[in-house]
């Protein structure tokens, strides 16, 4: 801190005036290896007080123009003043003005106070470049039958932010997410992947569905998990959350025989199983409406529990923030 009692001099500052010299250079400032910085500064509204004086001439007009009583615009100030060990202000029934003490320490205190508003400055412009977009992957489930209406949603409460979508497997997803080519993702998996964090955002329920000419459509008893096991379906690509739901849901009864066909696409494969290729088990989200229609039709299963999660994921020590944050809190409210 000899830097500063060096400005003091230079300024006309020196002796004992006002307890100065002791205070500011040895007493309880204390040298610099002594305490952290901001235990030796005082903190940001105590200097904007500081200047509201010394513009103002009255301590009670700058604590009105700060919002505070006038009894705490004093305490903050003696509190100012034991810290630096210093004379700022001196009261009298005309008013408030600055030891010599303190027109130097106001000035030091505009260059913090304007240093601090540049800070707040870029920080607002940064919050506004990252509010301006939001990049999200989702599993497909999740991008065909629930993000339109989240999204919607968002819209309304940050009309500003541009969010671009980008869907496929889950597996997919993690990896937008780890490469950073996303801000927040969705996926259907049993647990939130490796490297990222989760919440539970929706829950699902996977089904057996045929089309209304398969012998299945007609079958009046459940079907047993070992028998849908052993049945060649039409599944989803390996990566996707419902084909580690199902594989995880019937390895204990045999494994998955080999698939009829994998498909990529949900709505290419409710078409294949429409037109007879074959059953398939899809999420409830996702064939309701063709259950409605008839298009499809649901086929009991007993002895195997094909509930599961749909999650909200981020990358580990980055919590979504700004209108990632305001879509996950919009997804919860919707549970």
């Known amino acids: 801190m000899s830097n500063r009692r060096d400005e003091g001099t230079a300024a006309g500052v020196t002796g004992s005036a006002n307890g100065w010299g002791n205070g500011w250079g040895n007493g309880a400032g204390g040298s610099a290896g002594d305490a952290h910085l901001a235990h030796r500064v005082p903190e940001l509204g105590a200097l904007q007080l500081l200047l509201a004086v010394a513009r103002l001439g009255s301590l009670g007009r700058a604590a009105a123009e700060l919002g505070i009583s006038q009894p705490a615009a004093s305490n ?12 700022l202000v001196e009261r ?54 629930l993000m339109p209406g989240w999204l919607i949603a968002l819209r309304r409460e940050r009309p500003d932010t541009a969010v671009s979508l980008l869907s496929g497997n889950s597996a997919a997803v993690v990896e937008r997410l780890l490469a950073d080519e996303a801000d927040l993702g969705f996926v259907e998996g049993l647990t939130a992947p490796r490297g990222l964090r989760g919440a539970v955002v929706a829950r699902d329920r996977l089904v057996v569905v045929v089309g209304p000419d398969h012998p299945w459509a007609r079958r009046r008893a459940p079907l047993a998990p070992a028998e849908l096991a052993a049945t060649g379906l039409i599944l989803r690509e390996e990566g996707s959350g419902t084909r580690e739901v199902l594989d995880a849901a019937l390895a204990e009864h045999g494994g998955l025989a080999a698939p009829l066909l994998e498909l990529t696409s949900t709505t290419a494969l409710k078409a294949a199983v429409a037109s007879g290729a074959g059953p398939a088990v899809l999420s409830e989200l996702a064939v309701a409406e063709e259950l409605a229609a008839h298009r499809l039709i649901q086929i009991p299963v007993e002895g195997v529990d094909l509930r599961r999660a749909l999650r909200a994921v981020w990358r580990s020590g980055q919590r979504p923030t700004g209108p990632g944050r305001d879509l996950l809190s919009l997804t919860r409210r919707s549970q």
């Open 76 to 87: 903050r100030i003696r509190a100012m003043e034991r810290q630096l060990g210093v004379g």
């Open 92 to 145: 009298s029934p005309r008013g408030s003005r600055l030891t010599d003490a303190g027109v130097l320490v106001t000035d030091w205190a505009r260059r913090v106070v304007e240093a601090a508003e540049a800070f707040d400055a870029g920080a607002q412009a940064l919050r506004s470049r990252r509010d301006s977009r939001l990049r999200v992957a989702a599993s497909m489930t999740v991008a065909e039958y």
